[in-house]
Antibody, heavy 123, light 107 residues
Framework: QVQLVESGGGVVQPGGSLRLSCAAS????????MHWVRQAPGKGLEWVAF????????YYADSVKGRFTISRDNSKNTLYLQMNSLRAEDTAVYYC????????????????WGQGTLVTVSS | EIVMTQSPATLSVSPGERATLSCRAS??????LAWYQQKPGQAPRLLIY???TRATGIPARFSGSGSGTEFTLTISSLQSEDFAVYYC?????????FGQGTKLEIK
């Protein structure tokens, strides 16, 4: 069965950096695009970033563009999110999610989600 | 960016009754709309994609309809496990956007 397990969350000061990881199993990781989606405490869902199955294309929400970098290592079945210049408003649970479409060239919707990792930006 | 608006914010329904949740897009998204269910402390779960196609393993009491700018998620004969928050998401235009959610609570 598909499993996505996030790690790397924690407490960081404003302006700091953090790298999240998402270990994938149960499907051919290298065939699917992957997303990061976040949810601030008590709030709704916000899509953050997408990376194509081969890593050749990346998309970012305006709110994180220039500060966050999505990447993947298909040899390790792992997705990453490097977060720099963190702000209080980045505090959220970060979910990695699998895109539905195999070999998709553009992002669609999310058919599997991890359980999330909490990032808290606070001094 | 396309703005997705869900209504109502909270819906109170008795078990066994029908629930109808609405989602409106600020411009046409064709049928490129998905619905997710989220229970407290859990990740969202895909229910519907393509506006009306149930995802794998989703019970037949969940149905989606609509196209363009108006969409509906209907849950017939509510079960106790259906009380949760529901989100719509458009994937027609970049960036993808979610509605703010509808909380379905027990009446």
């Amino acid at each position: 069965q598909v499993q996505l397990v996030e790690s790397g969350g924690g407490v960081v000061q404003p302006g700091g950096s953090l790298r999240l990881s998402c270990a994938a199993s149960g499907f051919t990781f290298s065939s699917y695009g992957m997303h990061w989606v976040r949810q601030a405490p008590g709030k709704g869902l916000e899509w953050v970033a997408f990376i194509r199955y081969d890593g050749s294309n990346k998309y970012y929400a305006d709110s994180v563009k220039g500060r966050f970098t999505i990447s993947r290592d298909n040899s390790k079945n792992t997705l990453y999110l490097q977060m720099n210049s963190l702000r209080a408003e980045d505090t959220a649970v970060y979910y990695c999610a699998k895109d539905f479409t195999i070999f998709g060239v553009v992002p669609y919707y999310f058919d599997y989600w991890g359980q999330g990792t909490l990032v808290t930006v606070s001094s | 960016e396309i703005v997705m608006t869900q209504s109502p914010a909270t819906l109170s329904v008795s078990p066994g009754e029908r629930a109808t949740l609405s989602c409106r897009a600020s411009q046409s998204v064709s049928s490129n709309l998905a619905w997710y269910q989220q229970k407290p402390g859990q990740a969202p779960r895909l229910l519907i994609y393509g506006a009306s196609t149930r995802a794998t393993g989703i019970p037949a009491r969940f149905s989606g309809s609509g196209s363009g700018t108006e969409f509906t998620l209907t849950i017939s004969s509510l079960q106790s496990e259906d009380f949760a928050v529901y989100y719509c998401q458009q994937y027609n235009n970049w960036p993808h956007s979610f509605g703010q959610g509808t909380k379905l609570e027990i009446k």
